[in-house]
């Protein structure tokens, strides 16, 4: 049974670069999240979609971040432009719909480093 | 404001000996509670889960948490520990009135010893 899937696991790139995080949740799951965890702010729920639609992104700490659900299947969370400050570990999660009270699904993250 | 307090960074204890990883929060109405663990390199996983009914729920691994409405906390537990449960563990809060976002608190290591 495959968990959330994320790519890639690690990306170093320079800033200024465009990057790309992606993520397959667990088939029939109709809720997504992003998070950022770093040493300094820990855990921050950056967005997430309900049924494919962005329902909360007051996380998403600048204009430079951006997130889209084309289908069921599949998200990604673009920075554009890169910084050394986001430089962090991008968790995706999935949740079932089955009700609230169903847990959360993490995938194994990516790690950005920006030089 | 509502929020989740681990108040241990880092616990320590002796393989064998019984842990105890303390959680408490600060949410209106009757949240929901979960504890997860993540380990080296790993995304978070799914310990277990209070919704409603017994103060004792039993998770994956031998743990179990106690849920206290009086003192609001839901402490992780576990009669034996083992070097292998050495990893962050994370208590989080979905609170009734927003049953989308979890209130994670801020992790707590735990170190078994042989």
């Known amino acids: 049974d495959a968990g959330v899937i994320q790519s890639p696991r690690h990306e170093v790139t320079e800033m200024g670069q465009e990057v790309t995080l992606r993520c397959k949740p667990i088939?029939?799951?109709?809720?997504l999240f992003w998070y950022r965890q770093t040493m300094m702010r820990g855990l921050e729920l950056l967005i997430y979609?309900?049924?494919?639609?962005?329902?909360?992104d007051s996380g998403m700490p600048e204009d430079r971040f951006s997130a889209k659900m084309p289908n069921a299947s599949f998200s990604t969370l673009k920075i554009q432009p890169s910084e050394p400050r986001d430089s962090a570990v991008y968790f995706c999660?999935?949740?079932?719909?089955?009700?609230?009270?169903?847990?959360?699904?993490f995938g194994d993250g990516t790690r950005l480093s920006i030089l | 404001a509502q929020s989740v307090a681990q108040p241990e960074d880092q616990v320590n204890v002796a393989e064998g000996n019984p842990l105890t990883v303390k959680c408490t929060y600060s949410?209106?109405?009757?949240?929901?509670l979960f504890w997860y663990v993540q380990y080296p390199n790993r995304g978070l996983q799914f310990l277990l889960k209070y919704i409603t009914g017994d103060n004792l729920v039993k998770g994956s691994y031998g743990f179990e948490a106690e849920f206290n409405k009086s003192q609001t906390s839901f402490h992780l537990k576990k009669p034996s520990a083992l070097v292998s449960d050495s990893a962050l563990y994370f208590c989080?809060?979905?609170?009734?009135?927003?049953?989308?976002?979890?209130?994670f608190g801020t992790g707590t290591r735990l170190q078994v010893f042989p």
């Open positions: 999660a999935s949740r079932s719909s089955d009700g609230s009270n169903q847990p959360q699904h």
């Open positions: 949410v209106s109405g009757n949240p929901y």
């Open positions: 088939s029939g799951h109709n809720s």
């Open positions: 989080a809060v979905l609170p009734s009135y927003n049953t989308d976002k979890l209130i």
């Open positions: 979609f309900n049924n494919n639609v962005p329902i909360d």
